[in-house]
């Protein structure tokens, strides 16, 4: 199912929590909503979803104004990061709570309802669990039962406010495998809010990056990643350093060295360049085009080796390769930088 929107906003007060949003999401797609916290990503999912209207604009599903539409009618399932499951439901019962309740006519036989849960806890690997409490599963299983229940009604869409928000990261990691497989086999159009960039970049098929309410870039992970439509974009997904430089003569310079810039470059004047913590080398020795920096933090962080500089009282963050860095490092000792790349943008 595709999902239109155009110019959604949505005011608390006199607040635009989502403001003149436009966003295509196409039939099957996986979109994560990516943004800091109170961008406005929930409250555009729950506008998606029917739990929250729109002030102003319009929501096509499958081309059909759905803007008012009342959430059954929408035919949305949701997935919501603290586990709503019934305490007092088995997980079977969880799972089939949506098929009883369902307003579909004809309504679904006992044996249909058994043989559709059952399926579905098939599909979440949970049906040797389908007895259980919610209070006797993991929190990653939770959300596995979560998930089955939302999926049980056959949605149209499936909605997911930060699924993984409460589990720890391996837990995370594996789910987020788990449901791209799942995702992949049902190709039900999704959409999946959350404020960690790996997670987004990882799973979706294309991100939105929400900032204050609007949308400030759409694309595929590899789009938004290598070229940041603005310094929010690049700020925001990459850990990385701010320096300010200089564009003269077609060319970004730093220190007075000139950089290689990976985006359009702004127009003359003082600018700001995003380098990515990877993206940068030590040189043995200071030779053209390298900068002089002063070693404030090393930290061994499994096979990365991380590294805080002071480049012209500029804080400079640097990841290399642990294993591949043979000389010693200490703080204090002066080394030499070589940036190379960087996104370049005005002021
Ligand atoms: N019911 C409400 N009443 C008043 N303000 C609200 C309400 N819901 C959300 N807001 C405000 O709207 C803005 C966007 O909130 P929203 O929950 O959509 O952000 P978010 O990007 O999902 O943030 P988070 O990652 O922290 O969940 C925030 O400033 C929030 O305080």
Known sequence: MSINIQKLTKRFGGFAAVDGIDLDIRPGELMALLGPSGSGKTTLLRMIGG????????????????????????????????????RHMTVFENVAFGLRVSRRKPKLSEDDIRNRVHDLLELVQLRPLSGRYPNQLSGGQRQRVALARALATEPRVLLLDEPFGALDAKVRKELRRWLRDIHKGMGVTTVF???DQEEALELADRVAILNKGRIEQVGTPAEVYDSPASAFVC??????????????DGAALIGGVRVPVVNDLPPPGPAT????????DLADVPEPGTLPATIRLVQPVGPQLRLDLTLDGQV????LDRHATTTPLTPGQTVALRLRRANVYPG
């Open 193 to 195: 809010v959350t404020h």
């Open 273 to 280: 360049a995003y380098i990515r913590a990877h993206d940068i």
């Open 235 to 248: 700020d925001f997904l990459g850990s990385g350093t701010r320096l300010d430089c200089t564009v003269a």
């Open 316 to 319: 400079v963050e640097a990841v």
């Open 51 to 86: 739990l929250d209207y729109a002030d102003e604009g319009t929501l096509l599903i499958e081309g059909v104004d759905a803007t008012v539409s009342e959430p059954h009618a929408r035919r949305v399932g949701f997935v919501f990061q603290h586990y709503a499951l019934f």
